[in-house]
């Protein structure tokens, strides 16, 4: 099973990006897909997360600006960005509860995207 994320690159204030990542591989089935981001010499925070179901939760510093949401026929899951700000530069990750069988799942991440918000 891999994660693939795409979408990133450099915008200036204000614009807006479209990340994607895909899961492909032997996959049963995928529970919750989450959005995390580290920007250069701080902690990895989680960013927005979506259920199977729809349920979505985000950051604080993101909401109003950033919507997840997912494919789930096509195992993708999306963050619409917008009125992004410098301090919204980070590598974003994707992360994924994959289950290959009906009873075995466990935690992917994918490589990253880098975000870069000129002002």
């Known amino acids: 099973v891999q994660l693939q994320a795409s979408g990133g690159g450099l915008v200036q204030v204000g614009g807006s990006l479209r990340l994607s990542c895909a899961a492909s591989?032997?996959?049963?089935?995928?529970?919750?897909m989450t959005w995390y981001r580290q920007a250069a010499g701080k902690q990895r925070e989680l960013v927005a997360a979506?259920?199977?179901?729809?349920?979505?939760n985000y950051a604080d510093s993101v909401k109003g600006r950033f919507t997840i949401s997912r494919d789930n026929a096509k195992n993708t899951v999306y963050l619409q960005t917008n009125s992004l700000k410098p301090e919204d530069t980070a590598v974003y990750y994707c992360?994924?509860?994959?289950?290959?069988?009906?009873?075995?799942?466990?935690?992917?991440w994918g490589k990253g995207t880098q975000v870069t918000v000129s002002s």
């Open positions: 992360n994924a509860d994959i289950f290959v069988e009906i009873d075995y799942g466990m935690d992917y």
């Open positions: 591989g032997s996959i049963f089935s995928i529970n919750a």
């Open positions: 979506i259920t199977s179901g729809g349920s979505t």
